[in-house]
């Protein structure tokens, strides 16, 4: 057939084709390919090649590939790495994708490192461990023996884990304040190991004292003043702390008028916010308008308390378990189960360890002790993280 009748008959064999079925059409695909030999199933197989399979890694512009990739689940970038060495190479070299999967497990970003490789593996270490805190894998335990009578309070700060009572202390201000089953907040010289003064106006047992620098503004205090945070049974109470060391109470916060609610010797202050749980839930005050921010409400309040409550992560515990919360969900991310322990009313009892972690793991932060409980053989039960290898 020469080249005009061949060009008449393709034009109108293709008019024909586009006027059939989908159906209609496959059929026509199938008789062809059955009639094709060799040469034709090559060049079939290389224009298919470029129609349906284009590597738009490969073919579109870097900064719109690292564009779309931020749309990809983690899981499904881990499965792209591994398509081929180009697919690898471009998705590990895009920062912005892994410090985002990161944020997203609540890891902290330091934005100052831009290399994608180290946030992909701090992507893989955050992730496993995630998984260990889902499958009870992420802590250990050990014990401290040596007491030969019942530990009442346990204190830990700066890694120093010691048996005393509700203090706090400042080296700058060369002062140490202590709580008391007299209602009273006594403020001493560290120096000279003198009462200076003795604040009173609790009308319970002052279980919990926190010495802290403000780090914001209200009407009755400025970033960089010290604050001493008491509370007892139904209220907390603010005091400022300089060198005059007298003082009055700024404010006193409450989660019920006609004390019906009780608060559990379980605060915190961080120069922002004033976090304490009580038989209701977790309330969570701004320091700056004393305003109730945050409530959260869990189906056992009265005995679930609270550990330590960061940006990202809150730890909390009841008679059985270590739970670490979510806090941009609420959700229990994982539990660690607890011995038989003496869980004190006053608080005493138990803490917290290093807490840092709660404001977003970072890969680094995941380590050392994590919770401590005298136990009724007088030994101390310690939860530790385990090496996230």
């Given amino acids: 057939m020469d080249k005009t009748a061949f060009e008449g008959w393709l034009e109108s064999v293709s008019a024909t084709f586009l006027s059939l079925n989908d159906q209609q059409r496959n059929q026509c695909l199938d008789q062809l390919i059955s009639l094709s030999g060799a040469v034709q199933l090559r060049h079939l197989s290389n224009g298919l090649e470029t129609l349906l399979k284009r590597d738009f890694l490969r073919l579109l512009p870097l900064e719109l590939a690292f564009y779309l990739l931020q749309w990809l689940d983690p899981q499904t970038l881990l499965t792209c790495c591994l398509v081929c060495k180009q697919w690898n190479k471009v998705i590990s070299s895009c920062t912005e994708v892994w410090q985002s999967v990161c944020r997203e497990l609540g890891w ?46 346990l204190y830990y700060k700066d890694g120093l884990l010691c048996t005393v009572f509700s203090v706090d202390y400042n080296d700058e201000l060369d002062v140490l304040v202590s709580g008391s089953a007299d209602f009273t907040v006594k403020i001493w010289s560290l120096s000279a190991g003198a009462c200076l003064n003795t604040l009173t106006g609790h009308t319970e047992w002052v279980t919990k004292v926190i010495l802290q620098k403000s780090e914001v503004e209200s009407m009755v205090h400025s970033p960089g003043d010290y604050i001493l945070l008491s509370a007892d049974k139904y209220e907390i109470k603010v005091w400022p702390l300089g060198r005059e060391i007298n003082c009055k109470c700024l404010k006193t916060l409450s989660v019920s ?9 379980r605060l915190q202050f961080d120069g922002r916010y004033i976090v304490c749980s009580s038989d209701l839930g977790v309330y969570q005050w701004d320091f700056a308008s004393f305003e109730i921010l945050r409530v959260i409400k869990m189906e056992d309040p009265a005995n ?86």
């Fill in 108 to 153: 902290r970003i330091d934005e100052s490192i831009q290399d994608a490789t180290h946030w992909k593996g701090v992507y893989l270490k955050a992730k496993r461990r995630m998984m260990q805190l889902q499958d009870q894998e992420a802590f250990e335990t050990s014990s401290l023996i040596g007491h030969s009578a019942r530990v009442y309070a």
């Fill in 257 to 265: 008028e006609d004390r019906s609610i009780s608060l559990q010797p």
């Fill in 304 to 389: 679930l308390s609270l550990l330590g409550f960061g940006e990202v992560f809150a730890l909390l515990f009841d008679n059985h378990f270590l739970y670490v919360m979510d806090l941009r969900t609420e959700a229990i991310s994982g539990r660690w189960p607890l011995p038989a322990y003496r869980k004190s009313k006053r608080g005493s009892s138990f803490l917290a360890g290093v807490t840092s972690w709660l404001n977003g793991l970072d890969g680094g932060n995941d380590s050392g002790l994590v919770f401590a409980t005298s136990m009724p053989d007088h030994s101390i039960h310690l939860v530790l993280w385990k090496e996230n290898g």
